[in-house]
């Protein structure tokens, strides 16, 4: 029985022209990869648990939910422009089971690399299968977006559809432009990164009028794309929140710094490693370029090709999230002249088949020595401190770094609430990551957060300088500490015998995804 279902399996992938049998063999290997890397992730991202209740609002409480409920402190109108996506992280949670969001990750990722390969199909020539170019694409990556799972995967994959339906249309398939405003509102309610979507089609119309080919239909596109975002839960109000959001500063989140700012000068080593060769082998391109066709290389030069790859390698260097948009750019249009260039050059027979190998060993290794559950993060989160808090039904109000806000949410509403998560510009009014900054760093006005918004309970790293401060003082008292979180306690309220959080890893994993929310 098995055996004719791989010969069904191969019957439809021949006739549907999908796949030839190196084809098979290459997108197998990339998603064997992209899937090692994904069960590898030792924690879910920070903001997945907000993500989870809003979806959780739509599911099971039938609304989309517009204002908070779990701070204690200020907010405004909740401007949730990752709402769709908590929708869908909510489903696969409830009916698929939380190692789902692991495969829905996986799949989002396979997604944008085989979509990638189609373009570089259309657009040359060359075979797509180098696999080599996707390992190091891949590698590029990993430390941005190996993180199950992230509402930003939506926008990323959906950027390099959008460039294979243009790449299409520049082809004479124009119909397929009527499918980019339906997109345009499927993600629209999905991820703010929405505005990519409309910035590439501005690119393509800029692009193709400077080529002398029809642009019109790019601009008229882009008009209802535009108009379409404004079906949404908020109407109008929620464009003007969106522009604010996308060109507001972010100099307190370290991910919205630039690749080559101190903090990140060191990090990234792979993608910038990457980012670099390909500009210089671009560059060496274009001069040999020039050079062989002179003034006329500019006549046959694809200009929207170099809009989008220089604007995205702004992006990149300017914004340590963004990086993804260069390597898919460079996937899509520098792949084709990377290869040009060093179509001459003899290397040895076996390098693709020694990368294969590698591939697939290291997925037989994986699968037969990984325990494939899904990641608890004790390291990375206050696992043990959140439980002590709750078994010690310790209630009120609870400040923690704001990066550890919705998971303290996620596990301690309606008990506690909290002083702000990475919610940041949707909820909170700007002042509050300054406050709390001040505050973890001991500045002269640290104090600003007890003459305002003074907490009950305090769960604080002991990296930061306010954990020796706090440990020292005559107010305040550790009454639990972890490897890494201590929870603090007035110290009036400290002198007790309190309930400890088992030690036991498989309580916690159990349990990571239970809540007392309810809708």
Request: charged fraction near 20%; include cysteine; charge should be positive.
């Amino acid at each position: 029985m098995e055996s004719r279902n791989i010969k069904v399996f191969l019957f439809i992938c021949f006739y549907a022209k999908i796949l030839t049998m190196k084809g098979i063999l290459f997108y197998l290997a990339l998603f064997l990869l992209i899937f090692i890397y994904s069960v590898s992730a030792n924690a879910f991202d920070y903001d997945l648990w907000a993500r989870l209740i809003a979806g959780m609002g739509v599911i099971d409480g039938g609304h989309v939910l517009t204002q908070d409920f779990l701070s204690y402190t200020p907010v405004h109108t909740w401007w949730d422009h990752e709402w769709g996506a908590g929708v869908i992280f909510y489903a696969f949670l409830k009916y698929f089971g939380a190692y789902s969001l692991i495969i829905l990750q996986a799949l989002m990722f396979f997604g944008i690399f085989f979509t990638a390969s189609k373009v570089i199909k259309l657009r040359t020539e060359e075979t797509p299968y180098n696999i080599l170019f996707y390992f190091f694409a891949f590698m590029s990556l990993v430390t941005n977006l190996n993180q199950p799972i992230r509402c930003h995967m939506f926008s990323f994959l959906l950027f390099t559809v959008f460039v294979y339906i243009l790449e299409r249309v520049r082809k004479g398939s124009n119909k397929l432009l009527f499918l980019i405003p339906v997109i345009i509102l499927f993600w629209n309610n999905i991820h703010g990164g929405v505005v990519s979507g409309l910035g590439l089609l501005f690119m393509y119309a800029v692009g193709e009028f400077l080529n002398k080919k029809p642009f019109k239909k790019y601009l008229i596109t882009l008009l209802i794309s535009c108009a379409v975002m404004f079906i949404n839960p908020w109407g109008f109000d929620y464009i003007k929140f969106l522009l604010m959001a996308n060109t507001m500063p972010r100099p307190d989140i370290v991910e919205w710094w630039g690749i080559f700012s101190p903090f990140h000068m060191f990090r990234h080593l792979e993608f910038k490693a990457l980012f670099l060769t390909l500009l210089c082998a671009e560059g060496i391109y274009l001069f040999k370029q020039i050079k062989t066709f002179g003034k006329e290389f500019y006549q046959k030069a694809d200009k929207t090709k170099y809009i989008i790859i220089l604007a995205t390698a702004y992006l990149a260097i300017t914004h340590v999230k963004l990086m993804p948009f260069f390597t898919i750019s460079a996937l899509c249009f520098i792949y084709e002249d990377f290869y040009e260039l060093i179509k001459n050059i003899k290397f040895p027979a076996f390098k693709d088949k020694l990368v294969y190998a590698l591939i697939f060993l290291s997925a037989i290794f994986t699968f037969a020595t990984k325990d494939l559950k899904i990641p608890v993060g004790m390291e990375r989160y206050p696992i043990k401190e959140v439980e002590f808090v709750k078994q010690n039904n310790l209630k009120g109000k609870i400040l923690v770094n704001f990066g550890y806000g919705s998971y303290v949410s996620y596990k301690l509403y309606p008990n506690n609430l909290i002083y702000m998560d990475g919610r940041y510009e949707e909820v909170y009014p700007d002042y509050m990551v300054p406050i709390i900054k001040q505050f973890f760093l001991v500045t002269p006005t640290w104090k600003t957060v007890f003459e305002y918004f003074p907490p009950d309970i305090m769960i604080i790293e002991n990296t930061y300088p306010v954990y020796e401060v706090l440990k020292k003082s005559k107010e305040w008292k550790v009454v639990y500490e972890g490897e890494n979180f201590g929870v603090f306690l007035p110290s009036k309220l400290a002198d007790k015998n309190f309930v400890q959080p088992t030690n036991d890893i498989n309580y916690y994993r159990n349990n990571l995804f239970t809540t007392d929310i309810k809708f």
